[in-house]
């Protein structure tokens, strides 16, 4: 198998994550950070800064073949999906990452640039967008629905039939019931249980989850 290059945007915690995933023939060749004091998880591999830093490791391996991994976590689904783009446009392939011990059924999709972690269920006909985060443990049930940029956290579980808009996050230990709809750019507090929907860009905690008020 030939060797896959990659440069990494993050240099933190789901960045090491996504190292430990990548294969025997798989290897880092640039990190890029918005963090001027972020450091290298990698050795001998030297991290650069910002869109002006990306713009010179281009340079740097114009004449290669690379892929991106976006390595940035939580809640920030835009800033995913937005790397992704500039990734493209900058002609990197950009790569789903499935775990070898995640399930993911054979009638389920996964969309570029996600990312399935270790010990996850996607379940029969689940549809996973782009940017998609599904973390340690969580269970994506039979024909859920996953908009770009959503991010689900380790041990939450989508019962079947749920869909959730773009850049929407999960929190740990999360409960969704079946056939619900979590709106665009919500978030869903850790060890929530959701029963009923949620609208856009809204927050909700507790058992049974309700809107937290500001």
């Known amino acids: 198998m030939d060797e896959r290059r990659f440069v990494v945007w993050g240099s933190s915690g789901h960045a090491r994550v996504l190292r430990d995933m990548l294969g025997p023939n798989d290897r880092i060749v640039g990190l890029i ?11 001998g591999v030297s991290l650069v800064v910002g869109i002006k830093g990306f713009r010179a490791l281009m340079e740097e391996f114009r004449a290669e073949s690379l892929s991106g991994l976006v390595a940035i976590g939580g809640g920030r689904g835009a800033d995913r999906l937005e790397i992704l783009d500039l990734f493209v446009a900058s002609g990197l392939e950009t790569p789903e990452l499935i775990h070898p ?7 389920s999709t996964v969309g570029k640039g996600s990312h399935v972690m270790a010990q996850s269920v996607l379940a029969a006909d ?29 041990g939450a579980t989508l019962c079947g039939c749920v869909h959730v808009g773009e850049n929407a996050f999960i929190g740990a230990g999360a409960t969704v019931l079946p056939r619900l709809h979590i709106g665009a750019g919500s978030v869903v507090g850790a060890g929530a249980t959701v029963t009923c929907d949620v609208p856009e860009n809204t927050v909700v905690t507790g058992i049974p989850a309700r809107p937290v008020s500001t």
């Open 33 to 43: 950070d918005n963090d001027r004091n972020a450091r290298t998880i990698q050795n």
């Open 101 to 107: 011990l995640a399930y993911c059924a054979p009638s």
């Open 126 to 154: 689940a549809r996973i967008g782009r940017g998609v985060i599904i973390n340690h443990g969580a269970v994506v049930d039979h024909e859920c629905i996953l908009a770009d940029g959503v991010h689900i956290a380790p």
